[in-house]
């Protein structure tokens, strides 16, 4: 079965720093793959997803990159922000459809004022 | 529209009794999937039903199960529950092809 693996389980940055966050994944039929962002206590969020046919998607301060080749994908934040402070899953999908989802550890992302 | 909903939101069992936790889906949702979340383990998947039929599941003992109903809801039911079984169980549903929205989660605490 696929395997994700992802780097770094924490991560402290000051604000208004970029943060970058990396994930690998093992099944080459993989081809969807969302990111969420779970605060404290509450459940996880989709914040930005991309699918196998494209390799960069963007949305706002937010982007994520696939290299189907190498089997990578990872998130960016620019200018960071306190309420950026969270946990971070991604997360990959094997077909048919998205709805089975194979999560990495988490990044425990803190943003410092 | 109301988002994903999770019933209990809480509960507290003891070893060897058995439980049932029940997630309705966004309206127009078929698909329902099951998630175990723990420190150690992260989340991990259980499940996936749609339309009223299993069509994937990980790799959890068979004490763990699952249903759907006609109307999208769907439960899952944990039978012996070992201390291990203590988590938070979340669902999510989907359109089919789209992306999978959480619930709250259901907090399960094993004594």
């Known amino acids: 079965g696929e395997n994700v693996e992802q780097h770094p389980s924490t991560l402290s940055v000051q604000e208004g720093d970029s943060a970058v966050i990396k994930c690998t994944y093992s099944?080459?039929?993989?081809?969807?793959f969302p990111w969420y962002k779970q605060e404290l206590g509450k459940r996880p969020q989709l914040i930005i997803d991309i699918r196998s046919n494209v390799g960069e998607k963007k949305d706002q301060r937010i982007a994520v990159t696939l290299n189907k080749t190498a089997k990578h994908f990872s998130l960016h934040i620019t200018e960071t922000q306190p309420e950026d402070s969270a946990v971070y899953f991604c997360?990959?999908?094997?077909?048919?459809?998205?709805?089975?989802?194979?999560f990495g550890k988490g990044t425990m992302l803190l943003v410092s004022p | 529209k109301a988002g994903v909903t999770q019933t209990p939101r809480y509960l507290i069992k003891t070893r060897g009794q058995q439980v049932t936790l029940s997630c309705s889906p966004i309206s127009g949702h078929r698909s329902v999937s099951w998630y175990q979340q723990t420190p150690g383990q992260g989340l991990q998947f259980l499940f996936e039903?749609?339309?009223?039929?299993?069509?994937n599941k990980g790799n959890f003992p068979g004490r763990f199960s699952g249903r759907q109903f006609s109307n999208s809801r769907s439960e899952m039911n944990v039978s012996t529950l070992e201390l291990g079984d203590s988590a938070l169980y979340l669902c999510?549903?989907?359109?089919?092809?789209?992306?999978?929205?959480f619930g709250p989660g259901t907090r399960l605490t094993v004594l």
């Open positions: 999510a549903s989907s359109l089919i092809g789209n992306e999978q929205f």
């Open positions: 099944d080459s039929a993989s081809n969807y």
């Open positions: 039903y749609f339309s009223e039929t299993q069509r």
């Open positions: 997360a990959a999908s094997t077909p048919p459809g998205y709805s089975t989802l194979t």
